[in-house]
């Protein structure tokens, strides 16, 4: 399979916990997103790196997000102290920039539940 | 914040019959794409069409989008029980990068 993959698919935690999910995108993508889904919402977007710059971040990403992408290549999405808040589901999709019309293909998410 | 609005939020239909989404946005956009997701599954793209195209087919798709009234509707023809999805319009604006938008989704299901 070459799509984006995503680790894990689910996770639980208690508040208060570190979490760190990882992404691999499509092998040859330079660029790769986060983006977080709630409960009957559209995906909302968190940051977004080119190679292993992270050119912008959303108001959304509280200073207990942080996300890298050492290399280039695959990337993770650390919460600390995770507050129930935090539950959605995390995507991650990638691309390749082509001028102005690129394609994001999603990687199927991993799911966040903190009790 | 969500770009806008899809409507209606969710349409049941019968299979064989066509389904008719629409979205809503509020800034200039560069593109508008459409998106679908099956429960418990990523997000599959499903088709784009430029601030400076009005119509796009692809398969039993046909998106339209109206720069004006900044609306953009979905239709799928001849539809079936495996197109039961959420569907999510999400645009790309101007001059702000890369990053899609989406609004809130319209729950498709179809009966059959």
């Known amino acids: 399979d070459t799509g984006v993959s995503q680790d894990p698919r689910h996770k639980i935690t208690k508040r208060g916990q570190n979490v760190t999910f990882r992404c691999d995108p499509i092998?040859?993508?330079?660029?790769l997103y986060w983006y977080r889904q709630t409960l009957g919402q559209g995906p909302e977007f968190l940051t977004y790196f080119q190679n292993e710059a992270q050119l912008e971040k959303s108001r959304l990403l509280s200073d207990r997000f942080s996300a890298e992408r050492p290399k280039g290549s695959f990337s993770t999405l650390e919460i600390q102290r995770t507050e129930q808040g935090d539950s959605a589901m995390y995507l991650c999709?990638?691309?390749?920039?082509?001028?102005?019309?690129?394609?994001?293909?999603f990687g199927p998410g991993t799911r966040l539940l903190v009790l | 914040s969500q770009q806008g609005e899809e409507d209606p939020q969710a349409l049941s239909i019968q299979e064989g019959e066509n389904a008719t989404m629409n979205c809503s946005y509020k800034?200039?956009?560069?593109?508008l794409q459409w998106y679908r997701q099956n429960s418990g599954r990523g997000l599959v793209h499903l088709i784009l069409?430029?601030?400076?195209?009005r119509e796009k087919h692809s398969g039993r798709l046909r998106v339209t989008l109206d720069t004006s009234k900044k609306s953009s509707s979905l239709l799928i023809t001849a539809s079936r029980a495996a197109d039961t999805a959420s569907y999510f319009c999400a645009t790309v604006s101007s001059g702000d990068g890369n990053k899609l938008v989406f609004g809130a989704g319209t729950i498709l299901r179809v009966k059959s």
């Open positions: 999709a990638s691309s390749f920039r082509q001028g102005l019309q690129e394609t994001q293909y």
């Open positions: 800034t200039s956009i560069n593109n």
């Open positions: 069409i430029r601030s400076n195209e």
């Open positions: 092998s040859e993508h330079n660029r």
